[in-house]
């Protein structure tokens, strides 16, 4: 027996359908929160490579970079849907309570009827219009700009990045010097107390090589708070998330090797991303006269419309008769005077063009003034870099003499503590200049153009 009527299984499908239609919506607006509310993904080792590619994809201003492209990019779509044939409906109802009156010939006549109905499709088609030609010949050079946008954002991030990675390797390394101190002073510390409970030495050299070690766990206490406060630096420049250990891998044999640059190469500013970007403006700049030139020509639209008209004073009967009616128009519109509004516009745009020229020679001093400080830097640290190597090595071979000379018995032990300080500083000052050589070179290369991050 069916015990479900046909509008009672109408209202039970109906209900199904909905239902089904909010737990898709529902799920869909889950998975959406899930995706938004999902954290970036962590690295395990992270060399230089590393963190620059994963600052490229996941810091928030080159995501809001890519989001302005498709801004921009739909932008230029509803610009040129201007091109497209318009079409639109109009519906309206009307009922009036009193009906409008004329005299005719002395007489009062009434125009019209109680209820009116009128329905209307319309066909419009742009032919000639300044504002729709303008999307039309600039769209390629608008999409390219906010693409270059995004270019020089992932530029300076992977300049910035890689300076912040140096930075913090710098650091690193002199805590891994100070460590390496500790054990030694602990080992003199040591060597001094024998030395002085054997009643060889007086008291002062293990007070000495007490204060030394003080000195040196302060410092490396000193250098891991500075170290945490870089690494967060970091973190925030790649968009990593901040509650997670960010662990830095590097070679320190790899990164001499990459320290070597030719310092002959001339600038080419072609390859400058910010000329780049200053040609694009230029070309909308040239576009945006052209625009303003085309004030002077008329406007040219095709227009045409379709109407159902209903009129009755029975509103029952009001859509029993059509009255219909359809025109179509052409319409040409020319401003003839508008205060000088155009020529005012024109000179703008030549005065904007011609500021852009301004630009582009101010960027090429610019350039040239960047590059020569950059390459300077470079080459002064390069020979500190490669005297601070030697010193290193010297400070070695000083510190292992006068150690083997004091439990000889022949120097004092605070010359063991100044050839100590003397290879700690030696060693500190070399890898600072390490990684200044390497920041260094980044600017150069920068201002050569080579980063250029597509």
Known sequence: MNYWSKPQKTTRLALSSAFLFLNFIGSALAQGIQESSREAPVLEQATLQDVVAYAIKNQPAIQQSLIDEQITANQVRAKLADWYPQINFNYNL???????????????VKLGVNNISAAQFTLSQQIFNRDVLLAKRTRGDVLFAASQNTVNNKTDLAVDVSKAFYDVLATTQQIKVADEDIVRLERSLRDAENQYKSGITDKIDFKRATISLNNTRANRKSNDEVLKAKLEYL???????????????????QM????????MQNVDLNARIEYQILATQKKLAEANLQYNKWSYLPNLSLNGAYNLNFQN???????????PNS??????????????????????AEWALKRLDWDLKGLQNNVNSEYAAALANYKGN?????????????????????????????KTYLEVVT????????????????????????????????????
Do not use: C, W
């Open 419 to 454: 050839s100590e300080t003397d290879l700690r500083l030696a060693r500190i000052n070399y890898y600072n200049a390490l990684y200044l050589v390497l920041a260094s070179k980044i600017d150069v290369q920068k201002a050569l153009g080579q980063i250029n991050i597509q």
């Open 327 to 348: 025109f179509g128009l052409l319409t040409l519109s020319l401003p003839i005077f508008q205060g000088g509004k155009r020529k005012a516009n024109t000179k703008q």
């Open 94 to 108: 009307q009922h009036n309570f009193i009906v409008q009156t004329s005299i005719i010939a002395g007489n009062p």
């Open 235 to 253: 973190k925030t420049l790649m968009g990593y998330p901040l509650n997670k250990a960010l662990e830095i891998s590097y070679d320190t044999l």
């Open 313 to 323: 004073n029975q509103f029952s009967d009001l859509y029993n008769k059509n009255y």
């Open 256 to 263: 001499e090797r990459e320290i070597a640059l030719d310092t």
């Open 382 to 410: 390069l020979t500190n870099l490669l005297a601070q190597k030697e010193n290193v090595e010297l400070a070695r071979e000083v510190y292992d003499v006068i150690q083997l000379q004091y439990k000889s018995g022949i």
